[in-house]
T-cell receptor
Framework: GEDVEQSLFLSVREGDSSVINCTYT??????LYWYKQEPGAGLQLLTY?????DMKQDQRLTVLLNKKDKHLSLRIADTQTGDSAIYFC????????????FGQGTELSVKP | DGGITQSPKYLFRKEGQNVTLSCEQN?????MYWYRQDPGQGLRLIYY???????QKGDIAEGYSVSREKKESFPLTVTSAQKNPTAFYLC????????FGQGTRLTVV
């Protein structure tokens, strides 16, 4: 079955690193995604990783993928108050016609 | 500018009424999706359309209806059969990854 799990809340201090974790169930997903949602807004694609990669770095963002454990993480270096938002991971199972399956979202709170 | 426009941003519905949420895109994407967002539950798929004049039910289609008469437009009607319609509704297109509108917050009064 399809299921994407995330913890609901994470609180960090400004300047620290944040690590948001996600587990998924469908190993057929070619890409795995991280989206950011600011209050009252839609979702913006932050980054994605191809399933045959272990790591992808994009400025302050690092995505780690452990295919064996079906575990995905997003690390935000030097977290800023502007990073406060809800972060969603998503998978796109091969046999689902491109549909994205989203986790519940992790609310990141950055304290000054 | 290319993008997805949802309107209105806020919508109030009386019990027993049908309301229609608009979603328009100028990205020339074939696939369009409607999601419902409730706190702590992530996004749940209501309906999706891979091509004009065709659409499929998602995981929570009961109480909703859609049409796809034009590539650019995918309106969602929340009918009186939907017992708990208060939520944030997100429209998206899909081309490799998903692109989202800014959402419509529907409240039943």
């Amino acid at each position: 079955g399809e299921d994407v799990e995330q913890s609901l809340f994470l609180s960090v201090r400004e300047g620290d690193s944040s690590v948001i974790n996600c587990t998924y169930t469908d190993s057929s997903s070619t890409y795995l995604y991280w989206y950011k949602q600011e209050p009252g807004a839609g979702l913006q694609l932050l980054t994605y990783i191809f399933s045959n990669m272990d790591m992808k770095q994009d400025q302050r963002l690092t995505v780690l993928l452990n295919k064996k454990d079906k575990h995905l993480s997003l690390r935000i270096a030097d977290t800023q108050t502007g990073d406060s938002a809800i972060y969603f991971c998503a998978e796109s199972p091969y046999n689902q016609g491109g549909k994205l399956i989203f986790g519940q979202g992790t609310e990141l709170s950055v304290k000054p | 500018d290319g993008g997805i426009t949802q309107s209105p941003k806020y919508l109030f519905r009386k019990e027993g009424q049908n309301v229609t949420l608009s979603c328009e895109q100028n990205l020339n994407h074939d696939a369009m999706y409607w999601y419902r967002q409730d706190p702590g539950q992530g996004l749940r798929l209501i309906y999706y359309s891979q091509i004009v004049n065709d659409f499929q039910k998602g995981d929570i289609a009961e109480g909703y209806s859609v049409s796809r008469e034009k590539k650019e437009s995918f309106p969602l009607t929340v009918t009186s059969a939907q017992k708990n319609p208060t939520a944030f509704y997100l429209c998206a297109t899909l081309a490799g990854t998903a692109f989202f509108g800014q959402g419509t917050r529907l409240t039943v009064v």
